[in-house]
Each structure stands twice: as structure tokens, then as C-alpha cells.
């Protein structure tokens, strides 16, 4: 079980690098790889509990809640691939379920929040069907404060599996069907590789596909590096054998995941990095578009934008996230840049690509921000001009060195800066909508909206969203659309 205390520095400085918050036993770096065999014997698990219910007559229903980021909602796709050889259909349906599985977030508090509010709102479809299984699994559980939080006061969660545990769900599972106890599951690791799961896909258009797990970065404020482990990358032909079957399945967009894009292969020792991994995928023949998520601006390079500007299949798309305008919160979020920095990498990016969507995240109320700090990180906003941005209020993660700085400035401080940050966010991403009304872009058509007007919904190359009219045997189809009005939030055009 991984003990956050335990690896933690008593006294984590905030200063730079990963190492400081280690002790001695968890400096070397472990990568864990699963044997194949050990994969193949979770799929015999599966094909088991399959006839099991089959010799009950009866289709299982399965519900996966996900909370978070992309790499959870790739991972849940991983829960689903396994719960289908188990032979379960799916449900929206918490009373209808047989197996309930919530894959949770723990990067803010208030996700976490909503996970156990929900979780404890399952006492109603549990009560209803006493054999009902309800597992818990994802980021929040590998923090053992929630593990036994989950223990004590949720008695109607049979299951808990933290992250490098989701290749062996399906024994974790059986266990619980087998022996009727509540299973406990989260070991202390610095990372699981684990390839050939199987993989229920959520779309038939746009996939994830993730390149790496893990982050070293270790920025003060967040939790993410303790509870997913290092940096592991995935093997260069294991990424690109993905994106071909994905490109051969009749995918159209498909966005490569990891922590930090802009450090793939460094674990691996190999001479090929990021840009070179883009090169390959690029080369895989058909109509198809690649993006990714995230970069840390401490690592992106001019290689990276010029690779962006000549695969004609990537993205002009940039997720670039800054955190801060101000150089000293930079600092004391373990950063590694300062805003100058920041503000010429962009300015690099865009001279490569004059027409990149650049989007970015920003924390607001950091422990100590004062308001000349929340000031420059306005100036920044105003200067890069994001087409979108997203935005958190600090919240403080247990574990984390931002956890023991001092933190004055009240919750309303904090919550008027971030509404101030919201409406220039939102200014400026209207503005930079309104500059697309009246040109023709060319937009991948991914899905429907569920309106009679503008029924469709659809993503420039990068990555802004237009609703469309049309007919749906369009979805999965590149058209030309002209832009006639727009928003905030979205542009509206018409099929030319
Ligand atoms: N509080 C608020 N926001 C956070 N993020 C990460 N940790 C925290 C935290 N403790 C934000 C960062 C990151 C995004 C995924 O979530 O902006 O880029
Ligand atoms: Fe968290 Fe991202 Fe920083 Fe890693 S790079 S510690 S995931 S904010």
C-alpha cells in the first residue's frame, strides 16, 4: 500500500527536481513490467467469471463511472475491454448494474468529493440488489488516506484497486466473487507497464492512445506523481503498431496521452524522442490527424514545433500549460521556467505554425498569491492570448510540499481572482472565435449534438469545436465548412 508520508521529505522544500521528495529506498527507479502470460491468464479470469454467468442464464450489466483526465478515460476503456470478455453488456443504470466500477480523480479536492458522494449514494441500488459488486479504483484510492477512508466508512465498496493494479482486475474481481470479502488493492509502486489488455473503445472517430504513464515533474502543488509513479515510457513499435490498427479500424483523431509528452523515451534510452515519435506516426498512410496531451513548457522544443509544422497529419495544436504568470509562484510550484521563458516558446511555436490553438491551464490562489502575483498572471494572459484556457482554484493535496506552505488569503480572495481570470479567458476566447466568422476551415465531423439546428458537432484541426448541420453519415468524415457566427464556447458554420 503506498504511504504518502512514507515517501515523502518530512520537510519538502518545493526546490527543483524529482529526487527531492524521496527517500534513499525510492530513489532507483523500478519499471515493473507485466509478463504477457500474466495478461493471458486475467483474459482465462474473464472468459471464467463469462460462464459463470452464462450457466446462471443471465447477461451481467456493468456500469463505468470516470472521473478526471483522458488518461483515466483510456483506462476505463481497458476496465470496459475486460468487463466485455467477462460477457457484460453496459448501463447508465446504477440500479440495473451488477458490477459498478468508479474510476476516480485525485487532483483536486473537489472531484474527489463527488466521487465519494456518489459512492455513497450507491447504498440506494446496492440495498436493491444485495449482490450488486461496486468497486472503487483510480488515483483518489492509491492515496492511503482515502484506501482506508473508503474501508471504514463506505461499507458498500467490495472492491479498491489503485492504478498499477487495473491489469489484474479481473482476478481482484474474482476474488470478491469468490470468497464474498471485501478486496483491498494498492501497492506501493513506481509504475506498471502493462501491454495487449483489451480495450473497449468509447468512439468510433476520435481514440486515445497512450504513449507514456507516470510523471517526474513533481510540481509543488500536485498529487499526480505519487499516486501514477514515474515516467514509464511505451515502447516506440508497441505506440505505432496502435496508431496503424487504429488508423486501419477508420479512426480520425488521434490524440497521444502522457503526463509530459515532451520527455517520451528518455526512460527508454533510446535516441528516439517525442518529435521522432510523431515523424512515425505521421508516416502510417490514410486521413487522419494527430494530437497530444500535455506539454510541459520546461521540455518543449523548437525540434517539436518544427516536426508540428511538417507532419502534415499533426495538429496545429499546442496544450501548453503556463500555471502562473508570475515568476515567483513559477518558482515555488517547482516550474522550472520563468514567464519569459514561456512567452518566447510560444512566440517560437507560433512563428513555425502562424495558425496554432494554443490552450492552457492555470491554478489560481496558489498558497501565498498575492495580488501583484495574480496581476502578471493577467499581463501573461493578455499577451499570449489563449483560444481557451482552463482554470482551478488551488486546492491542497495531502502530501504535496504547496500543502505546508503558508496559505493567508481566504477562500472569496481567491474565488474573485479566478472569476476575473474566467471572464478575460472567456473575453478573449470569443474575440479569437469571432476572427474565424466568414473563412472555410476544413473540420472533422465526430459526433451529433442531440439539437434539430446544428445537429452536428465537429473539431478544426485544432481543435475548436463547430456545430454544424447535416446529415449524420457524415460523422467521421473531413468536410469544408463555412464559419457564419460563433461564441464563446463554439463556432457555427455551414457545409460549402
Ligand atoms: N489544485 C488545483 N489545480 C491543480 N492542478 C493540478 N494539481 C492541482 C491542485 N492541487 C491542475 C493543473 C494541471 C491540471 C491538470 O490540473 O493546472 O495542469
Ligand atoms: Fe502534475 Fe503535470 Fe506537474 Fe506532473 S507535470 S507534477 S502531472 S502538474
Redesign the pocket.
Known amino acids: 500500500m503506498l504511504i504518502l508520508g512514507e515517501i515523502l521529505r518530512p520537510s519538502g522544500d518545493g526546490g527543483p527536481g524529482a529526487g527531492n521528495f524521496f527517500t534513499e529506498k525510492n530513489m532507483a527507479y523500478e519499471r515493473k513490467t507485466i509478463d504477457p502470460a500474466q495478461i493471458q491468464a486475467q483474459r482465462d479470469i474473464c472468459a471464467g467469471i463469462a460462464r459463470r454467468f452464462e450457466e446462471q442464464g443471465r447477461r451481467p450489466l456493468a456500469l463505468v463511472d470516470t472521473y478526471g483526465c483522458q488518461q483515466n478515460e483510456a483506462d476505463s476503456e481497458e476496465l470496459r475491454g475486460y468487463l466485455a470478455l467477462m460477457g457484460c453488456g453496459f448501463t447508465q443504470d446504477e440500479f440495473q448494474a451488477d458490477i459498478i466500477v468508479v474510476n476516480t480523480c485525485a ?1 483536486r479536492e473537489h472531484a474527489e468529493m463527488r466521487v465519494l458522494g456518489n459512492v455513497g449514494a450507491l447504498n440506494h441500488s446496492k440495498k436493491n440488489k444485495p449482490e450488486q459488486i461496486i468497486a472503487v479504483c483510480g488515483c483518489m484510492v492509491q492515496q492511503q488516506h482515502m484506501a482506508e477512508k473508503l474501508k471504514k466508512s463506505y461499507p458498500v465498496v467490495d472492491l479498491v484497486f489503485g492504478p498499477h493494479e487495473l491489469w489484474r482486475f479481473p482476478e481482484l474481481l474474482k476474488q470478491v466473487m469468490d470468497r464474498h470479502k471485501r478486496v483491498f488493492a494498492a501497492e506501493d509502486s513506481q509504475g506498471v507497464m502493462a501491454e495487449g489488455l483489451p480495450r473497449q473503445r468509447d468512439g468510433k472517430v476520435k481514440a486515445w492512445l497512450s504513449i507514456m504513464y507516470g ?5 509543488s ?5 505519487y499516486v ?1 509513479g514515474r515516467e514509464r515510457s511505451r515502447r516506440a513499435e508497441d505506440v505505432v503498431a496502435e496508431a496503424r490498427e487504429l488508423v486501419a479500424a477508420g479512426y480520425k483523431d488521434i490524440t497521444l496521452l502522457g ?2 509528452v515532451n520527455s517520451y523515451g528518455r526512460d527508454l534510452g533510446s535516441e528516439l524522442d517525442f518529435s521522432d515519435l510523431i515523424r512515425r506516426i505521421n508516416d502510417i498512410p490514410g486521413d487522419f490527424l494527430i494530437r497530444f496531451m ?1 506539454s ?1 513548457p520546461k521540455d518543449a522544443t523548437e525540434k517539436l514545433f518544427k516536426t508540428m509544422a511538417e507532419c502534415e497529419k499533426c495538429a496545429h495544436q499546442l496544450h501548453l ?1 503556463v ?1 502562473s504568470g508570475s515568476d515567483r509562484i513559477l518558482k515555488l510550484m517547482n ?1 522550472n521556467y520563468d514567464s519569459a521563458k514561456y512567452i518566447s516558446q510560444v512566440e517560437l511555436a507560433r512563428s513555425y505554425m502562424p495558425d496554432l490553438v494554443l490552450t492552457t ?1 492555470i491554478i489560481v490562489g496558489f498558497p501565498g498569491e498575492t495580488e501583484e502575483d495574480f496581476e502578471d498572471t493577467i499581463k501573461l494572459v493578455e499577451k499570449v492570448r489563449y483560444d481557451a484556457m482552463f482554470t482551478f482554484i488551488y486546492s491542497k493535496r495531502v502530501g504535496t510540499p504547496a500543502a505546508k506552505m503558508p496559505d493567508p488569503y481566504t477562500r472569496e480572495e481567491k474565488q474573485r481572482h479566478f472569476d476575473r481570470l474566467t471572464e478575460t479567458a472567456n473575453r478573449i476566447s470569443g474575440e479569437k472565435h469571432k476572427e474565424y466568422e466568414g473563412k472555410t476551415v476544413k473540420v472533422l465531423v465526430d459526433g451529433e449534438t442531440g439539437r434539430e439546428e446544428y445537429n452536428l458537432s465537429s473539431r478544426t484541426n485544432g481543435g475548436r469545436l463547430v456545430h454544424l448541420k447535416g446529415d449524420r453519415s457524415l460523422i467521421g468524415r473531413f468536410v469544408r465548412v463555412k464559419i457564419v457566427s460563433s461564441n464563446t464556447w463554439a463556432l457555427y458554420g455551414e457545409i460549402v
Open positions: 487532483v510523471c517526474n515533474n513533481f510540481c502543488y500536485c498529487v499526480v506523481p501514477r503526463q509530459n500535455t510541459h500549460p500555471q516550474r491551464d
